[in-house]
C-alpha cells in the first residue's frame, strides 16, 4: 500500500467504523458455520469469513502504516464456539442476507467519503464481496423455501401521472384510502422481512444475556419489532394485500450464550442504525400521508430506543471512543 499520502479524518472515521463491524461479524460467521445445517451454508459463511477477514488485516495494515491506532473491536473472547445452536432453520443464512443489504448502502456512503486510492480499493474489494454473498444467500434461501417473495400484482399496461393533491391523503377515517402503489408495497414487505429477522435475532440474545439490564433492553427490544411488523401488516391488509412470512420458527430454547452481553448490544446498536436509514428512505418516497406518519413514529422509536442501548454500553465501557479532532483549547 502507499503509505505517502495521509488519509482524511473521514476515511479514519469510516474505516475505525468499518473494522469494529467487521470483526464483530467475523465472531458472529465463526460461530454459525460451527453450527451450520448443511454443507452449502457452511461454505457460505465461510467464503464470507475469509472475504472479511482479509479486508481487516488490510485495515490493520493501512493503519500502522499511517501510525492511527486501531480499534480494539471484538475479538475471540467475545465468542463461545462450545455454545449450543440458539438459532434453527437457515437463520445463519437469513441473517447474513440481511447484513449484505445494510453493508450495500454503507459502502457507498463510505466509498463517497473517501479519496485515498488505498481506502477506496477496500471498498471496492468490501462491496464485490458484499454483492456476490446477497446473491449466494438470495439464491440459498429460496431453493430452501425459506425466504418469502414480495407480493405478486397486476402487471402496469399504461402509463399514468398523478392529478391530485388527493393521492397523498390518509388520515381522513370518512373517506376511503388510495391503494398501495407497488413501491410503497416494496418498502412494507422490506421493512416485515427485517424485522421478523430482528425479532428472532433479539429473542435469542434475551434468552442468554447474563446483565439483567441488558436482558431487559433486549425484552424491550422484541417488542418494539412485534409493534413494527403489526403495523406494517395491518397497512398491507387494508389494501388486500397478504405477507407471507418465511417458514418455522428459528429460536432454540438454549440460554447458554454463544456471545459476549458487549457483542450482542454493539450488533443491535448497529442494527438499530441501518433501520433508521432504511425508515428514512421509506419515508421519503412513500405518498400517502398515513403510511409516511407511521414510518415517521417508526424512526423515532428506534432512535430512542437505540440511545438508550448507548447510554447501557457506555456504562459498561463496551462503546469505544472514536477518533476525534484534538482540542485546540485545551493544548492553548
Known amino acids: 500500500m502507499n503509505n505517502k499520502k495521509a488519509i482524511s479524518s473521514a476515511e479514519i ?8 463491524q467487521k470483526t464483530l461479524i467475523l465472531r458472529i460467521l ?13 461454505n457460505i459463511l465461510g467464503g464470507l469469513w475469509q472475504q472479511l477477514n482479509y479486508y481487516v488485516l488490510q485495515i490493520e495494515d493501512l493503519f500502522q502504516q499511517q501510525g492511527i491506532a486501531f480499534p ?31 453493508s450495500m448502502g454503507l459502502y457507498t456512503i463510505s466509498m463517497n467519503m473517501s479519496y485515498n486510492d488505498d481506502v477506496t480499493k477496500i471498498y ?10 446477497y446473491t449466494l ?9 425459506i425466504l418469502a417473495l414480495p407480493p405478486k400484482v397486476t402487471m402496469p399496461k399504461s402509463t399514468e401521472f398523478i392529478e391530485s393533491i388527493n393521492y397523498r391523503s ?12 407497488d413501491i410503497e408495497i416494496g418498502f412494507l414487505h422490506h421493512g ?4 421478523n429477522i430482528g425479532l428472532q435475532l433479539i429473542m435469542g440474545f434475551a434468552q442468554c444475556a447474563q446483565n439483567k439490564e441488558v436482558k431487559e433492553y433486549f425484552l424491550k427490544g422484541k417488542e418494539l419489532a412485534k409493534k413494527q411488523i403489526k403495523e406494517m401488516t395491518d397497512t398491507l391488509l387494508e389494501s388486500d394485500v397478504q405477507f407471507s412470512a418465511t417458514s418455522g420458527s428459528t429460536v432454540t430454547t438454549s440460554t447458554i450464550p454463544p456471545f459476549s452481553d458487549k457483542l450482542m448490544m454493539s450488533c443491535i446498536y448497529y442494527l438499530d442504525g441501518f433501520g433508521m436509514v432504511g425508515t428514512s ?9 398515513d403510511i409516511a406518519m407511521k414510518s415517521a413514529l417508526i424512526g423515532k422509536d428506534i432512535y430512542l430506543y437505540g440511545r438508550e442501548g448507548v447510554e447501557i454500553m457506555i456504562k459498561n465501557g463496551w462503546l469505544e471512543e472514536p477518533p476525534q479532532m484534538e482540542n485546540r483549547n485545551k493544548l492553548m
Open 170 to 181: 390518509g388520515f381522513n377515517p370518512f373517506s376511503d384510502k388510495r391503494v398501495l402503489n
Open 137 to 145: 444467500s438470495t439464491q440459498y434461501l429460496l431453493q430452501k423455501g
Open 192 to 195: 416485515i422481512e427485517t424485522n
Open 30 to 42: 465463526e460461530y454459525f458455520k460451527k453450527n451450520a445445517d448443511d454443507e452449502e451454508a457452511k
Open 13 to 20: 472515521g469510516t474505516l475505525w467504523l468499518t473494522y469494529r
Open 124 to 133: 471496492k474489494g468490501l462491496t464485490s464481496v458484499t454483492q456476490d454473498i
Open 72 to 102: 480494539v473491536g471484538f475479538k475471540k473472547e467475545d465468542v463461545n464456539l462450545d455454545a449450543p445452536k440458539l438459532f434453527d432453520n437457515g437463520f445463519d443464512i437469513m441473517f447474513v442476507r440481511v447484513l449484505k443489504q445494510l
Open 281 to 289: 428512505i421509506g419515508l421519503f418516497f412513500t405518498l400517502r400521508n
